[in-house]
């Protein structure tokens, strides 16, 4: 669907679900997300998962981060869409700690901020992070978000970022929709 240097992000599909299991029940990914693991069996798990792909819940929009060569290593996310204020908020794993620390994340990020920015008419995303996840937030100071306010919830520190439609095309220049560019194509 997009592709973005080492990275490709697409729609999840049932070949997913053992990666995610596994991710979902992992303690350390767990508490990088400020998040209790996964309890449930596998077999459950699957049931509600492919209930899921088949009546996805709107507003939100799930895809599986895969390498080049189709490794699904991760996820990410814009969900909790609000229409009237033309925002949403952005969420990722890389679940496989092998591709941690190798600009993965950064690339999968750079490449949900083009697809929202070019496909939507969203003019801010935002994201809370761990206070301590300095990884996380370099990886979103490098796409462009920036710090916005602290939140405590449930005990947990974090930190809000966001990234604004003009910020992006201050940074990269004026977003083609895709629509625009298909329109300029057919000419």
Request: net charge positive; proline share 3%.
């Amino acid at each position: 669907m997009t592709n973005s240097g080492k990275v490709r992000l697409c729609r999840k599909g049932l070949a997913d679900a053992a990666n995610d299991y596994a991710w979902k029940t992992d303690g350390e990914l767990a508490s990088l997300d400020a998040t209790t693991p996964l309890t449930t069996t596998f077999p459950e798990y699957l049931s509600g998962y492919s209930s899921e792909l088949g009546n996805p819940k709107p507003p939100q929009n799930e895809f599986a981060i895969k390498t080049r060569d189709g490794k699904h290593i991760g996820n990410c996310a814009y969900y909790g869409i609000k229409k009237t204020r033309r925002e949403a908020e952005v969420g990722i794993i890389i679940g496989n700690c092998n591709y941690w620390d190798r600009g993965y994340g950064t690339d999968a990020v750079k490449a949900l901020v083009i697809h929202i920015f070019r496909s939507t008419n969203l003019k801010r995303i935002h994201l809370k992070t761990l206070r301590d996840n300095k990884r996380a937030q370099r990886c979103f100071s490098k796409c462009g978000f920036t710090a916005c306010g602290h939140q405590v919830k449930k005990g947990h520190k974090f930190v809000l970022m966001e990234l604004t439609r003009s910020r992006y095309q201050e940074r990269t220049g004026p977003v083609v929709s895709r629509q625009s560019y298909q329109a300029d194509r057919q000419q």
